[in-house]
């Protein structure tokens, strides 16, 4: 379509969009609020920005900063560390913190991120399997609408026949055709295995969804949460690094899992300061309401062009992840193509199918990102398979998302 087509679809969507843009300010107003008030609570001073080195003993910025995440969680503890080399790396110390030779892990939405299944099942790789803990999974079931709607009723008959040491549920979508899990769907699970088993713990992959919502899951009662500092909570800014929050002797338990049972957070060191990680921190409300308009138009501008979307476009989100059901391999390709041409760093290379390890089909992918693989900046991606099926998330900025929607819109043959 002509520039002069895409820019009235755009401004069309910008419109009937109105109101849920508002909603996401009220949000991103509370979440800032949130965190501005923790930075004033904790003193923080630019002593905190600089790093240390060797063992790291009084590192006040990493202290300072695993007390702030905690604050704003609404947790008893944190650990936040540049040496959790990602989302994976924070959810395995979480999982491994925590469960002990005998214990059974329950997945209830369904099955965990691909990257999870090595660490609960791998063979002679140091999984939660080698090391003699049990793992089943409840799927969820789906509404008409795509809500995703917990198994209450096999949930029950696990903990009631079964000791359930805990109970795994994932925010954010994935790869999955259906509404992210809001964090009232997580405090009604969380009262639901309480009341049946009010020892079984509760714990959270928190990927994506930290400030899409007014609270996280460890302000209703989840034992401990994980994420990726390349993701929202980053704001776009965090190099590197996750994060782990929850009950207060349970992050312990993850900590001495980071570094040793003799040392747990006593130790560790970042020379370069923390300098990124408090500015990322400080606008991540900001960004992650960026990623959601993002998100929104997207979905709503080619919801009218008649692609099925995901979230739709006057759906709550809750994660920044959009889905649009290309239909073609050429239009998956010109779509990534598309977003890769308007980003920042590398724009001149052209995304192609690839073989990836541990997916059957080839897949391609746009990244022009600031941090390698930083997936709270603009970035699509999709299986060469039908239906063709394109996933985008992030946008530090509203107006990158819009010049790139605009560029795919002038780009697909459509
Ligand atoms: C990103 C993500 C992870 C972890 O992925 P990393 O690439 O290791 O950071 C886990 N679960 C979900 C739902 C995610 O979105």
């Keep these: 379509m002509d520039i002069t087509s895409a820019r009235k679809l755009i401004n069309d969507s910008k419109t009937a969009l109105k109101q849920q843009f508002d909603r996401l300010d009220e949000i991103a107003l509370l979440g800032q609020r949130k965190v501005l008030d923790a930075f004033r609570r904790h003193g923080v001073q630019a002593r905190h920005l600089v790093g240390t080195t060797g063992y790291g003993y009084d590192d006040i910025g990493r202290d300072a900063l695993c007390a702030l995440y905690a604050d704003i969680f609404g947790a008893e503890a944190a650990i936040v560390s540049p040496s959790i080399v990602s989302g994976t790396h924070a959810l395995t110390l979480m999982l491994f913190g925590v469960l002990r030779p005998g214990d059974l892990l329950v997945s209830v939405s369904g099955k965990p991120y691909d990257t999870l299944t090595d660490v609960i099942s791998a063979e002679g790789k140091g999984s939660l399997k080698d090391f003699g803990v049990d793992f089943d999974c409840v799927e969820l079931k789906i509404a008409d609408d795509l809500t995703p709607i917990f198994d209450f009723d096999a949930i029950s008959k696990l903990l009631t026949t079964r000791k359930v040491k805990a109970i795994f549920a994932a925010r954010s979508r994935g790869y999955s055709l259906r509404q992210a899990i809001s964090v009232d769907q997580i405090a009604e699970l969380i009262k639901f295995v309480k009341s049946l088993s009010p020892d079984t713990l509760v714990l959270i992959d928190n990927?994506?969804?930290?400030?899409?919502?007014?609270?996280?899951?460890?302000?209703?009662?989840?034992?401990?949460?994980?994420?990726?500092?390349?993701?929202?909570?980053?704001?776009?800014?965090?190099?590197?690094?996750?994060?782990?929050?929850?009950?207060?002797?349970?992050?312990?338990?993850?900590?001495?899992?980071?570094?040793?049972?003799?040392?747990?957070?006593?130790?560790?060191?970042?020379?370069?300061?923390?300098?990124?990680?408090?500015?990322?921190?400080?606008?991540?409300?900001?960004?992650?309401?960026?990623?959601?308009?993002?998100?929104?138009?997207?979905?709503k501008t080619y919801e009218k062009l008649g692609f099925e979307t995901l979230p739709r476009g006057n759906m709550t989100p809750y994660d920044i992840v959009t889905s649009v059901k290309l239909g073609t391999a050429e239009r998956l390709i010109d779509f990534c193509g598309a977003i890769q041409e308007c980003s920042p760093i590398d724009s001149n290379v052209k995304p192609m199918p690839w073989d990836m390890p541990g997916y059957q089909d080839q897949v391609i992918m746009a990244a022009g990102a600031f941090v390698q693989g930083s997936s709270i900046e603009l970035s699509a991606d999709g299986p060469l398979k039908p239906p063709y099926m394109v996933y985008l998330q992030g946008g530090l900025t509203f107006e990158h998302a819009e010049i790139a929607l605009e560029h795919t819109l002038t780009t697909l043959k459509l």
């Design 207 to 299: 990927c994506y969804g930290e400030f899409v919502q007014e609270t996280e899951p460890t302000e209703v009662g989840a034992d401990l949460m994980a994420g990726s500092l390349i993701k929202n909570i980053g704001g776009g800014m965090a190099p590197t690094g996750g994060y782990i929050a929850g009950k207060a002797d349970l992050v312990q338990l993850a900590a001495y899992r980071l570094t040793a049972p003799s040392l747990g957070m006593e130790e560790g060191s970042y020379a370069y300061g923390y300098l990124p990680y408090y500015q990322g921190l400080f606008l991540a409300p900001s960004v992650t309401k960026n990623a959601l308009k993002s998100c929104l138009l997207f979905a």
